[in-house]
């Protein structure tokens, strides 16, 4: 498949999925060629310090996520650095890892847009092709935090693969960067959508359901599973339509939508704080901004974005 072609996927029209970089997987174990790309001057580095991205303004409205050796360096020590891939014209892409203590003083900085990862993605403060290495590169330095210690023997790990593995030397052990998959589903019936708010959601937002897949499942199954248990919706037929990676920390959201067998909603009042039908007319007015009661769906850049408009608009079905 082209790129062009790539880029009308629906999976392409979400955030953090649009990346122009080749991975290159096959220099990952070659030490000495990732050596010589990094000592390239056209090598750049997104930087992450603790959890949140450190931009640099290239005008007046924009920024990149993309700093120059001597730039990176001066941010703050490397704790890990990662090799990204190459972008199309052939230039090395790192990412790097800083402390969060550097924060501060990095914020005073005028030449610096210092803000969280979804804002960055909400507000488009990046091209969308920078996106996606931001969003690659705060995943797998986020897991490279959070696996110091072997899980085998609790000895510690050393960075081996240009950073896509952890080595340990102590038992020997190999520890992988980890995706955890995560259905999030649109159940329907006839012309109407469950959707449904959590309480930590800004006040009048309402959203697809969603949950982690669990061992020994397959993805359709956990749809129904999760619509079940959150909705008290039995569940037929589920069609896939869109992924997209979501680095927060570290998942792929496997976007559905549900055929609903039945009409009465049971709540777990434990992940949902409310959740009813609504007409195909309803969400498109969420979709456009112009719910009479106020009440809206996530961003252009979520997922759950995509999967209401595949049906309320695109007329998708189970």
Not at 296 to 302: E, G, L, N, T
Request: with cysteine.
């Amino acid at each position: 498949m082209n790129d062009a072609s790539r880029r009308t996927e629906r999976s392409a029209q979400t955030g953090f999925a649009t990346s122009s970089l080749d991975r290159r997987a096959d220099l990952r174990d070659k030490p000495d060629e990732i050596a010589t790309l990094r000592a390239r001057s056209d090598a750049r580095f997104t930087v992450i310090a603790g959890e949140t991205p450190i931009l640099l303004r290239t005008g007046a409205e924009t920024q990149t996520v993309w700093f120059d050796e001597s730039g990176a360096d001066g941010l703050g020590p490397a704790q890990e650095e990662v090799f990204l891939g190459l972008d199309p014209e052939g230039a090395p892409r790192f990412g790097r890892l800083i402390e969060r203590d550097q924060l501060d003083g990095l914020r005073e900085q005028a030449v610096l847009v210092v803000t969280d990862l979804r804002s960055v993605a909400l507000k488009r403060l990046v091209p969308k092709d920078e996106l996606g290495p931001l969003g690659e590169a705060k995943a797998l330095l986020d897991w490279h935090a959070r696996h110091r210690c072997c899980a085998q023997c609790g000895a510690p790990t050393k960075l081996g693969s240009a950073g896509w593995k952890r080595q340990c030397e102590a038992c020997g052990a190999q520890h992988f960067p980890r995706t955890d998959p995560v259905v999030i589903m649109l159940a329907v019936r006839g012309d109407n959508c469950l959707l449904a708010r959590q309480a930590r959601f800004a006040p009048g937002m309402y959203s697809c359901i969603a949950g982690f897949v669990e061992p020994g499942e397959t993805f359709e199954d956990a749809v129904r599973r999760e619509t079940w248990e959150e909705a008290g919706l039995r569940t037929g037929t589920v069609r896939y339509i869109a992924s997209q990676p979501w680095p927060f920390p570290g998942s792929l959201m496997i976007g559905c939508i549900a055929e609903a067998l039945n009409d009465d909603i049971v709540l777990d009042g434990t992940e949902l704080e409310a959740g009813r039908w609504f007409s195909r007319a309803e969400a498109l007015q969420m979709l456009e901004g112009k719910h009479p009661d106020n009440l809206f769906c996530p961003p252009h850049m979520a997922i759950a974005n995509t999967i209401l408009k595949a049906w309320a608009v695109d007329g998708e079905e189970p």
